[in-house]
Nanobody
Framework: QVQLVESGGGLVQAGGSLRLSCAASGRTFSTSVMAWFRQAPGKEREFVAATTWSGGSAYYADSVKGRFTISRDNAKNMVYLQMNSLKPEDTAVYYC????????????????????WGQGTQVTVSS
């Protein structure tokens, strides 16, 4: 498994930007599919973005496509989520997750295949 620690959350005004970071440890990081999920108050956890072990491919939820970018630096064992044009509805706790095997597309229900999770970082977008 991979151990994950998120950081970079905070309070930002609508239209602003934030970059979340996820520090990973464990021998399997460089071969793991990495993803971001989020959970808003009173709602189920939902998929945000995922990237392959090389970072060469990515998949995004429709709600963030064109605004968020997932990337990784395997030399530093880091995964990032650049969030631009933030909206109040992006307010949530954001989680980093890892799994093996790239599916190509992901849905909220696929969170069950991710076997490593961070503790989450809060993002609050004010209107």
């Amino acid at each position: 498994q991979v151990q994950l620690v998120e950081s970079g959350g905070g309070l930002v005004q609508a239209g602003g930007s934030l970059r979340l970071s996820c520090a990973a440890s464990g021998r399997t990081f460089s071969t793991s599919v990495m993803a971001w999920f989020r959970q808003a108050p009173g709602k189920e956890r939902e998929f945000v973005a995922a990237t392959t072990w090389s970072g060469g491919s990515a998949y995004y939820a429709d709600s963030v496509k064109g605004r968020f970018t997932i990337s990784r630096d395997n030399a530093k064992n880091m995964v990032y989520l650049q969030m631009n044009s933030l909206k109040p509805e992006d307010t949530a706790v954001y989680y980093c997750a890892a799994t093996r095997g790239w599916r190509g597309t992901y849905r909220d229900e696929d969170q069950g295949v991710f076997d490593s999770w961070g503790q989450g970082t809060q993002v609050t977008v004010s209107s």
